[in-house]
């Protein structure tokens, strides 16, 4: 069974910085996209940020562009997003995420979550 446990959420003030991790066990061969989404209160979730795992590759929300990086060490599976610049508006729970494939922000296939780490931005 897949499983992922995030971490490293915590409060911090706006223009600080926090790295999101994500720990991901289980066999997760066949898996071809990871990404990070986040819920504020309130609000729909949304998608931050993916990687291809084949290649690498990644996209990002406009509203997170040129701040947040999103990364994955295949030595350990582990899944890291790292936030730089934070406003108020990154306020949410971040949650990771994994799938069989995926187009930039849409998952298909066989799609696993963690339980969210909370990131809360003071102004």
């Known amino acids: 069974q897949v499983q992922l446990v995030e971490s490293g959420g915590g409060s911090v003030q706006a223009g600080g910085s926090l790295r999101l991790s994500c720990a991901v066990s289980?066999?997760?061969?066949?898996?071809?996209?990871m990404g990070w989404f986040r819920q504020a209160p309130g609000k729909q979730r949304e998608w931050v940020a993916t990687?291809?795992?084949?290649?690498?590759?990644?996209f990002y929300a406009d509203s997170v562009k040129g701040r947040f990086t999103i990364s994955r060490d295949n030595t350990n599976d582990t899944l890291y997003v790292q936030m730089n610049s934070l406003k108020p508006e990154d306020t949410a729970m971040y949650y990771c995420?994994?799938?069989?494939?995926?187009?930039?922000?849409?998952?298909?296939?066989?799609?696993?979550w963690g339980k969210g780490t909370l990131v809360t931005i003071s102004s």
């Open positions: 990687i291809y795992t084949g290649n690498g590759r990644t």
């Open positions: 289980g066999y997760i061969g066949s898996f071809t996209c």
């Open positions: 995420t994994l799938a069989d494939y995926c187009v930039r922000d849409n998952y298909y296939g066989k799609h696993y």
